[in-house]
């Protein structure tokens, strides 16, 4: 049968098919996670995600005999096009089953509405911003994705491939295992102790939200968008995005994962965010809160993860090189093995980003998975 794409106005019954056929196709795979339900259908209602003030999106579904076999997001950030001086289309949110007809189809589709936008050429998969998963995964599908990340079957690659996509990024991630006993190598523990030191720094826990949102959560992003400013792709989130981010996850964290660094003057100079793996408890809940995924959920933030993922590490630019990153873990490596957990997930970091790679040299660490962007004109 011939295949059908169908353009789908963002309803919640559209919403809800559209989430639930990328997480069905992946029914039986052992390392697949997928999103939590409510909050992927948020990022793509335009009257939920605030990054809809300055994107415009749209996403199509693929049917054979009225059944879905395909998806796909179109998405114009023009913050984006504006910053990098191009006229392009993101894609994402992506899934298809593995057949010719059914992939042309729905990059057809997005080619055409991207054309009638003026768009010249097409990159992903990429998100709404930074802070959504981006990156198709080309190396490590043996193994378990996380909360943040994308996974998808071997043979995309392929069609991407086959479609004269070239890469035009690629991020790596690695394992990094936390050190027996939570004892930290002698020279990373002086490289933290001499940073602290010349710059007057302060490492800072928390363990009340309310205070922590008070005192840095407006700062915490202005830090993120001025640390990640040159990197690949990344477009400095708006005060509404930054109002939802803060209303959206603080309420998730564990203090304890937090380390927060300032100087002499209790400005915001690095943070580092982490919280145990979601990934199982997402696996066994299927993406759903009800009726029982809340608990699996909660357990595993609770601390019933033997995972935890690094979220984020951002570095005011006039720190970084400077060993700010090891003061960070050197505060936070022995609160990981007072939790149990035998190594962290890194998730992504730009394969070309040399001195964020450089400071996993002081632990054992294997690197496991690499993902990439495309890009391709229209």
Known sequence: MSVEVKALEPTRRNLLDYVHFGIDLYKGNDYFVPPLVIDEMATLDPKKNPAFDHCDAQMFMAYRDGKPVG???AIINRLANEKYNNLAIR???MDFIDDNEVVDAL???IVAWGRDRGCTSMVGPMGFSDLDREGMLVEGFDQMSTMAT???YPYYVKHMERMGFEKDADWVEFKIYVPEGGILPEKFVRIAQIVQKKFNLKIKKYTDRKKLRDDYGQALFALINEAYANLYGYVPLTPRQIDHY???YLGILRLDNISVVTDADDQLVAVGISMPSLSQALRKSGGKLLPFGWWHLLRAIKGHSKVVDLMLVAVKPEYQSKGVN???FNDLEPIYYQCGYEYAESNPELEVN???QRQWEYFE???HRRRRAWRRSL
Do not use: D, K, P, Q
């Open 71 to 73: 998806r796909i997001t």
């Open 246 to 248: 803060i209303s959206e």
């Open 365 to 367: 660490h294997t690197h």
């Open 107 to 109: 990059f057809s589709a």
């Open 91 to 93: 894609f994402g949110f």
């Open 150 to 152: 994308i996974y998808n």
């Open 354 to 356: 040399e001195n964020v």
């Open 326 to 328: 090891a003061l960070l």
